[in-house]
């Protein structure tokens, strides 16, 4: 399966930074390489990187961070999906720990986003992870199935079949602690378990799993030797063109 390397920038950089930071990003990878790569910019820089890669040799898409749920109305400081196609978006990042934990986003709240992202053309990526006190009382696997559960509610296989999952334990998230190799791939292996008994094998067997928390180049090329890693989701580690083009290569 084509690995998928997203870079999830959270609030940095301004429009300026954001654009200098992808030409140099597009400089570092070669032309031709078996991934895909996205960066997931604050909403006010989507216009100046979709723009700043317009015409880069390598293929690199961007992703929204949040998407609104609703198509349009009186919803001040909102976003819709539409207007996330029209200013160039590929992905949506749906559900981040971080959108759970201090927007107060709920399964029901994400599903609603997702299916407005999907009807509006874009491709989402959900997030879903434990925290440290749920993996403590060995309560991983229940709460992620409530998160896939809820969150895919009555959504057939047809309507999510470009859907990507994103693994992303809270505790690994801008930690410095990452989940072993092995600790991750025993629960991709339960998501892709999960995504098989609710829709079918195939289905299952095509869905992009990525693993995000604290990915830098020095465990990258582990995580990635995994069968079930499909990709990894980069917060920090994104943030410079060294960086993530090292992280890249590596993984790749
Ligand atoms: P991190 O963030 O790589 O800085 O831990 C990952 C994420 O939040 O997606």
Same mark, same amino acid.
């Given at each position: 399966?084509?690995?998928?390397?997203?870079g999830?920038?959270?609030?940095?950089k301004t429009?300026?930074?954001?654009?200098?930071?992808?030409?140099?990003?597009?400089?570092?990878?070669?032309?031709h390489?078996?991934?895909?790569i996205?960066?997931?910019?604050?909403?006010?820089d989507?216009p100046?990187?979709?723009?700043?890669l317009?015409?880069?040799?390598v293929?690199?898409?961007?992703?929204?961070?949040?998407?609104f749920?609703e198509?349009?109305?009186a919803?001040?400081? =909102?976003?819709?999906?539409?207007?996330? /196609?029209?200013?160039?978006?590929?992905?949506?990042? $749906?559900?981040? %720990?971080?959108r759970? +934990?201090?927007?107060?986003?709920t399964?029901?709240?994400?599903l609603?986003?997702l299916?407005i992202a999907?009807?509006?053309?874009?491709?989402p990526?959900l997030?879903?992870?434990?925290?440290?006190a749920?993996?403590?009382?060995g309560?991983?696997?229940?709460?992620?199935?409530k998160?896939?559960?809820?969150g895919?509610?009555d959504?057939?296989s047809?309507?999510?079949?470009?859907?990507?999952?994103?693994?992303?334990?809270?505790?690994?998230i801008?930690?410095g602690?990452?989940a072993?190799? =092995?600790q991750?791939?025993?629960?991709? /292996?339960?998501?892709r378990?999960?995504m098989?008994? $609710?829709?079918? %094998?195939?289905?299952? +067997?095509?869905?992009?799993?990525l693993?995000g928390?604290?990915v830098?180049s020095?465990?990258?090329?582990e995580?990635?030797?995994m069968?079930?890693?499909?990709?990894?989701?980069?917060?920090?580690?994104?943030?410079?063109?060294t960086?993530?083009s090292?992280?890249?290569?590596?993984?790749v």
């Amino acid at each position: 399966m084509k690995p998928l390397f997203v870079g999830n920038w959270k609030l940095y950089k301004t429009p300026e930074e954001a654009a200098a930071m992808v030409i140099e990003l597009s400089k570092r990878l070669p032309a031709h390489m078996n991934a895909d790569i996205a960066i997931a910019p604050p909403y006010i820089d989507i216009p100046a990187v979709v723009a700043a890669l317009k015409d880069s040799p390598v293929l690199i898409d961007v992703s929204a961070q949040n998407v609104f749920w609703e198509k349009e109305g009186a919803y001040t400081g =909102e976003v819709s999906a539409s207007m996330l /196609v029209a200013a160039g978006c590929k992905y949506v990042i $749906i559900g981040h %720990s971080e959108r759970r +934990q201090y927007f107060g986003e709920t399964d029901e709240i994400l599903l609603k986003k997702l299916t407005i992202a999907i009807t509006a053309g874009l491709i989402p990526i959900l997030c879903v992870g434990e925290t440290q006190a749920e993996r403590d009382a060995g309560e991983t696997f229940l709460v992620l199935d409530k998160q896939l559960v809820n969150g895919l509610k009555d959504l057939s296989s047809t309507f999510i079949s470009d859907l990507v999952l994103a693994y992303e334990p809270v505790w690994a998230i801008g930690t410095g602690r990452t989940a072993s190799s =092995e600790q991750a791939q025993e629960v991709h /292996v339960f998501i892709r378990k999960r995504m098989a008994e $609710i829709y079918n %094998s195939a289905f299952a +067997q095509n869905i992009r799993i990525l693993y995000g928390g604290s990915v830098k180049s020095e465990n990258i090329v582990e995580l990635m030797s995994m069968p079930d890693i499909n990709g990894v989701l980069v917060g920090g580690a994104s943030l410079t063109a060294t960086s993530f083009s090292e992280i890249i290569a590596q993984g790749v």
